[in-house]
């Protein structure tokens, strides 16, 4: 166990959370100290959801443990039953209650209450956050999910799926599932049920019911759709719906599933995300290097949305997943680099570093590290804050997604390129702070300002004209560029080309260079710069 000031992911019982919180009807009793209730904060501020999870904490204290703290724990599951009155509950311990082995399952079944009341064992020590998430949800869909029943038949009716994988706490995934039931409802689809976002213990009964299972999410449903494959043979497609590549493979996969035509909707797609990538305001961008690192479903699809669909060059791969650690491995090798697999954002930094890439897309994490190494960055995954659970729609998956991740990707670079380009000309008599804008002109109103602060002269009729001097040819004579200066000055977009090779060149003329060399250039940026 090593201690960190910031991580990935909490302990397993935060996952556990994450899959309760998002469920209706679900109530997790937890066992634990007083001060490990931090966790309400996830959901009432980061989250911003109405109301606290419906969580009830046994919040012993120090003096508590010379005496029967299982007896506390019974009594907080019996006043949770009579206040809450859910339709079913979990029950567990968190990783400081896990060390005084009280049996939270256990004590829990010898109260005998009407509900069912499943034990979650989740290793605190050994685990994570998504680890309990998946976990926690293959548990309740086990217990509650019912024994297998002869389906209907699909003469006269649409075929149905299950939604798996959304919780609460989860980066966009209300927005994702909207998306999601849009394509389905466009090939003729019908959705059984949504779990655990939404989901009620009874819900959970009726997936059985469903045709196939639709996981959104691998990291919290791979679990539950597999045991739902075996026990009740419901396929599953886990075709992860993010970038329009992605999308149209998982409007074909579902389509098979469901024995549907996928062809109107593909025809229908209606992302911009192909036509803005191969336009001139981002075609300049080709060739960036990129770092991306963050969960699996993530990192993995946003690696390929940059390589394939908008021409970034992908320089590292990373995720804090160890539990797909195979598939970002080898994704990592079709791109010729090595994975980083870690969840120590120290290591993450120095991958970074190494890399030296110009965008980073990673969690809140990876945001501090860029910041600091002055790249540009965006948000893909989890970890995130509060500014990642914006009030307006804001999907990832779909095709709706794929425009909002051309913004995602691209903006960070636009900005970056932005506030380069006004280091480079800050002193620039077009574009420094004070110059008034060009499209202004010289209006009335500027030139009596002018004429107010110029010092009082004679009337121009007794000024003597003044002579003007023949400039020196050699004064005005421009040096020639050197091959490789010439070559590195075309890097920088067409629409300031102009601007720089003119700042360089009078900047070669003041100090009567021969030659304009790519340390020129260099030294004309820093000088234009100050």
Known sequence: MQLTVWTYEGPPHIGAMRVATAMEGLHYVLHAPQGDTYADLLFTMIDRRAKRPPVTYTTFQAQDLGRDTAAIFKEAVAAAYARFRPQAMIVGASCTAELIQDDPGGLARALDLPIPVIPLELPAY????????????????????????ERRSRTGRRPCCNLLGPTALGFRNRDDLIEVRLILDA???????????????????????????VVLYPEVARSAAQYLEKTFGQPFVDTVPIGVGATRRFVEAVAALAGADPAPVLADASSRLPWYSRSVDSTYLTGKRVFVFGDATHALAIARVAAHELGFRLVGLGSYSREFAREVRAEAALHGIEATITDDYLDVEAAIQAAMPELVLGTQMERHVAKRLGIPCAVISAPIHVQDFPARHSPQMGFEGANVLFDTLVHPLMMGLEEHLLGMFREDPEFHDGAAPSHLGRTPSRIADAAERAPMNPPLASAPVPSLPIPDA???????????????????????????????????????????????????????GR
Request: overall charge positive; hydrophobic content about 45%.
């Open 126 to 149: 050994q685990k994570k956050e998504n680890w309990g998430a998946s976990e926690t949800f293959y548990r309740l869909v086990r217990a509650l999910a019912g024994s297998p029943a």
């Open 187 to 213: 090939l003729g689809i019908a959705v059984n049920v949504v779990a655990p976002l939404g989901a009620s213990p009874g819900d959970l009964a009726r997936l059985g019911e469903a045709d196939f299972n």
């Open 474 to 528: 050699d004064a005005i004579r421009t040096a020639p560029w050197a091959p490789d200066a010439e070559k590195e000055l075309k890097k920088i977009p067409f629409f300031v080309r102009g601007k720089a090779r003119a700042n360089t060149e009078r900047f070669a003329r003041e100090r009567h260079l021969p030659l304009i060399t790519l340390e020129t250039l260099y030294d004309a940026k820093a000088h234009f």
